[in-house]
């Protein structure tokens, strides 16, 4: 297969799918990221041949040699992404075509091959058409996550000439297991998640990596999410583990931390940007200390705080612990301003409002 040729997929469909009253009782609670459908998508590339071997096929463990190099120092990148069921029976994806170009921007900083923007699509339209039974009813939805890993056997510390691109795909309802109305978060002083010149503005499995010590400290002082600070001053806040954060003030304007390369381009940071703007919120791209939304709590500036991302979707954050005790905000609850931009986004993805900004992709 040359460079210039389109992939071709071969299919080989499950010989034995798990039986229907078996996939239905595995969705009516399928929590986050525990329910696996039947295929997988598969695509191999190396420095010589570029992208081959696209495969659809049963899901199954993936045989590697203990010497591929992403076992030894990491190179991997993934998204997420979900997809809906609408109410005629059809499934549809949320701006699939921003996850293609950020896993191109992920690949590019950790050294790793570019896939085109039509092949990830078609693996995701791909597995979503073959696997559209496991998409759950009402508020679940169907997780993709599709990744790439180095797979060149080889220990030497170099980029690798070899890649596996994976896709599968999980049934899922909502990240956070708290019946809590709104999370809360710890403010890790001592570890940073990514630093000016880093990963951090890349979809990489390292930057989880390193987030985890910080995360089961939150959990240890009963939080559900660790927030980070940023690594120079340690004072500007910048993202939770996974997720985004906004900050909704008293005169009905909102602040989010900038990309600056160090947090995650969020896509549905983007698109909440986008729906204030359709509102004529005003929101301020800038930074904002841990010490301002201490401030901004207790002085009752700020309203609401919120956190937000593809598994999150839109959560209220209602309180904010650290070393220094904890503060809440508003009044522990969603508040007004979170819930309008969270209908305003669940209702495009979920096809009940009209799409005006084309970010609905249908599969067929
Ligand atoms: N920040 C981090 C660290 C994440 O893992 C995620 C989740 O993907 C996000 C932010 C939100 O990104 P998105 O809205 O594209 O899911
Ligand atoms: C996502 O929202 O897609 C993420 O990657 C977050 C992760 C914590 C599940």
């Known amino acids: 297969m040359s460079k210039t040729e389109p992939l071709k997929f071969v299919h080989h469909p499950h010989p034995s799918p798990l039986p229907a009253d078996q996939r239905a009782a595995l969705l009516k609670n399928p929590g986050f990221g525990r329910v696996f459908t039947d295929h997988m998508v598969t695509i191999r590339y190396h420095e010589k041949r570029g992208w081959h071997d696209a495969r659809i096929e049963p899901r199954a463990p993936i045989p590697m040699d203990p010497a591929a190099a992403v076992l030894h120092y990491a190179q991997e990148v993934f998204e997420g992404l979900k997809a809906y069921r609408t109410a005629d029976g059809g499934a549809t994806l949320f701006r699939p075509d921003e996850n293609a170009r950020r896993f191109q921007q992920s690949a590019e900083r950790l050294a790793m091959p570019s896939l085109p923007v039509p092949l990830f699509l078609e693996s995701i339209d791909r597995l979503v058409s073959l696997d559209r039974a496991w998409i759950p009813d009402g508020d679940g939805s169907l997780y993709l996550r599709p990744f790439m890993f180095a797979n060149e056997v080889f220990l030497g510390v170099k980029p690798s000439s070899d890649y596996l691109y994976v896709v599968i795909a999980s049934s899922v309802g909502a990240y ?3 019946d809590a109305p709104a999370v809360s978060v710890w403010v890790s002083e001592e570890f ?4 000016p010149g880093g990963t951090g ?3 990489c499995g390292g930057n989880y990596a390193a987030s985890l010590l910080a995360q089961a400290e939150a959990i240890r002082h009963g939080c559900d999410q660790v927030v980070f600070l940023d690594a120079v001053e340690r004072r500007w806040v910048e993202e939770l583990g996974g997720m985004n954060v906004f900050f909704v003030l008293d005169d009905g304007t909102m602040v989010t931390p900038p990309l600056g390369g160090t947090i995650l381009p969020g896509i549905t940071r983007a698109s909440l940007l986008t729906l204030a703007k359709d509102k004529a919120i005003k929101v301020r791209e800038e930074p904002y200390s841990i010490d301002q939304w201490r401030a901004d709590a207790a002085s009752g500036r700020l309203r609401e705080a919120f956190a937000c ?8 954050i209602g309180t904010v612990r650290s070393k220094d005790g904890e503060f809440k ?3 522990g609850g969603p508040g007004t301003r979170t819930e309008e931009l969270k209908a305003a986004l669940v209702d495009i993805q979920r096809g009940r409002a009209a799409d005006k900004h084309g970010w609905i992709h249908k599969v067929f």
């Open 176 to 178: 956070f297991k708290t």
């Open 201 to 203: 503005a890349a979809k």
């Open 192 to 195: 940073t998640r990514a630093a």
């Open 309 to 316: 991302g593809t598994a999150a979707v839109v959560t209220p």
């Open 329 to 331: 905000i508003g009044n």
